[in-house]
């Protein structure tokens, strides 16, 4: 991406890395299958009235007053493996690896998390606008190795996620590099698709369909991975949609768009399982196929309206 300008923070930006609270093991409450998450919630641009009313209607009535609200437990989207650990390599040049708060090495890499940050919130915030709604920011909180959130304590290994219950959004710098070096999915653009989709689940959160969602998971345990599947699918596609906003906006440049496909397809529960253990087990996914995570960023990139990313009654993902 272009036409961003180093040296500014986001007010959203809460810097754990170092600090001693990013320590802790286990995954203490976030309940986070290969290190994912059930109950990942998305939204993206468009009329947020239409896509929350569709929501409710599906997941068994309500009104658009009576969901605003927070949700239940932590949210994902881009599981990494259970075995897996983030090697705190040195940085090569042009490598913004994270060390620290103080480190320079990482200034631009943050900087440009802020810019990314507070243009996805801008877009959701006018969204919510148009539509007579009001949007609360999310807070992004950058940590290594483990951090203690909201919704329990959480490694690295289980990539970044969304925890409905402090309203904020979890990330290890280190993640980019696995993008790029184990996952095939390097670029601005690759990275900026990640925080795209944690911030669609805040979305789903403010407008209650975290909690629709884990009490129909809770009355139909047979459906539970069916629906997380649509939301984290949800969540791509709204991605796609603050995609397309930043191309209307002339903020992209050539390959973006690929970046962020090729980022989508990375984490695709397929080629997750193919390379974690060796083998794919559909009826276990929870984040949709690497084709599926594609389809439906590119449907929100394409369209650039939340009418499209109805996955909940999608006869086909």
């Given at each position: 991406m272009v036409r961003w300008k180093p040296g500014s923070r986001s007010t959203n930006i809460e810097d754990r890395r170092g600090d001693g609270s990013s320590s802790g093991g286990g995954f203490g409450g976030l309940n986070l299958p290969m290190g994912g998450g059930k109950g990942c919630l998305g939204l993206g641009g468009g009329t947020v009235g239409i896509i929350v009313v569709v929501a409710v209607l599906l997941l068994g009535g309500g009104n658009i007053g009576d969901i605003l609200g927070s949700g239940g437990g932590g949210s994902g989207g881009f599981p990494i493996g259970p075995d897996i650990t983030l090697p705190g390599l040195p940085s090569a040049p042009g490598d913004s690896i994270p060390s620290g708060p103080e480190s320079d090495a990482d200034a631009d890499l943050v900087d440009y998390v802020s810019f990314v940050l507070d243009d996805v919130q801008t877009?959701?915030?006018d969204e919510f606008t148009g539509a007579g709604e009001r949007y609360d920011d999310a807070t992004l909180v950058l940590f290594t190795e483990a951090v203690n959130s909201g919704c329990g304590t959480a490694q690295s290994?289980?990539?970044p996620f969304y925890c409905p219950l402090d309203s904020k959004a979890y990330l290890d710098l280190d993640f980019f590099r696995e993008l790029r070096d184990r996952f095939g999915a390097p670029g601005d653009f690759a990275q900026a698709y990640v925080i795209a989709h944690e911030l669609g689940h805040h979305v789903q959160n403010l407008?209650?369909?975290n909690d629709k969602v884990q009490t129909q998971q809770q009355r139909n345990p047979d459906d539970a991975n069916d629906l997380s599947v649509r939301q984290e699918l949800q969540a791509d596609c709204f991605a796609g949609v603050w995609a397309h906003?930043?191309?209307?906006r002339k903020i992209l440049e050539k390959g973006d768009?690929?970046?962020?496909?090729a980022a989508a397809a990375s984490v695709g529960d397929d080629r997750i399982q193919k390379e974690s253990t060796g083998r794919v087990d559909p009826e276990s996914f929870t984040h949709g196929t690497s084709e599926q995570r594609q389809h439906w960023f590119t449907r929100g990139y394409d369209s650039g309206d939340i009418d499209r990313c109805d996955t909940f009654t999608a006869e086909e993902l």
């Open positions: 877009t959701w915030r290994a289980s990539g407008l209650g369909i906003s930043t191309y209307e768009l690929e970046e962020g496909l």
